[in-house]
C-alpha cells in the first residue's frame, strides 16, 4: 500500500493539473471545495519537494503499514484535516499550501513515541523534533524554496506532532 500511494504521488507530480485541483487554496475552499482541507499533502511544489517528502515518508509509513496499517490513514486525516482548518481561520495571509511535511512529522513521531520507554535517545530525538518546531515557529527557518519563495511552514508539523500525539494517547 505505501509504494501504490508513493507512485501516485509521483504520477500526480506528472501531472500538470494536479497541483491547481489538490492544492491548500483559501478561495477554492470558501468556495465549497473542502476535500482540499485533505488533499494538499498530495500537492508539491516541484519534484525537489515530492522527492524530499517521500524519502522521510518512507521508512516510518513502512514501519507502520507493517505493524499498525490503519495508523497510516489516521495520522494522514488528522494531520492534514487540521493543519487545514487552521489555515483557514488562523492565518488568513495564507492563499495557497502544498505539501506533507506535516504528515512525515506525525508519521516520525507516532513511530518515535512507540519506542520512546525502550531507549533513551529515542526521548532526545523527540524533544529535538519538538525545538525544531518551537525554533521554526519563533521565526528559524531550516527551508526555503527559490522558485515559488515559500518558507516552510511551521505550523504543519506542529499539526503533525499533535496528530500523532493525539492517535499515540488515544490508542
Not at 7 to 16: A, E
Request: with cysteine; proline share 3%; net charge negative.
Amino acid at each position: 500500500m505505501v509504494w501504490a500511494v508513493a507512485s501516485l504521488l509521483v504520477l500526480l507530480q506528472c501531472s500538470p493539473d494536479a497541483f491547481a485541483l489538490l492544492a491548500w487554496d483559501r478561495l477554492s475552499i470558501t468556495d465549497g471545495q473542502y476535500w482540499r482541507l485533505f488533499s494538499s499533502a498530495l500537492a508539491h511544489y516541484d519534484w525537489q519537494h515530492l522527492l524530499i517528502n517521500l524519502a522521510l515518508a518512507l521508512p516510518p509509513a513502512l514501519w507502520l503499514a507493517d505493524k499498525q496499517p490503519h495508523a497510516l490513514w489516521q495520522l494522514y486525516l488528522l494531520s492534514t484535516v487540521s493543519l487545514g482548518i487552521y489555515l483557514l481561520f488562523c492565518r488568513p495571509d495564507m492563499d495557497v499550501f502544498a505539501g506533507m511535511s506535516g504528515y512525515v512529522m506525525a508519521l516520525w513521531t507516532y513511530v518515535l513515541l512507540q519506542y520512546r520507554q525502550h531507549h533513551d535517545i529515542i526521548a532526545i530525538i523527540l524533544l529535538l523534533l519538538m525545538l525544531k518546531v518551537v525554533a521554526e515557529a519563533a521565526g528559524f527557518q531550516a527551508g526555503w524554496h527559490d522558485q515559488h519563495s515559500y518558507l516552510v511552514l511551521w505550523e504543519a508539523h506542529a499539526a503533525g506532532m499533535s496528530a500523532a500525539c493525539l492517535l499515540f494517547c488515544r490508542t
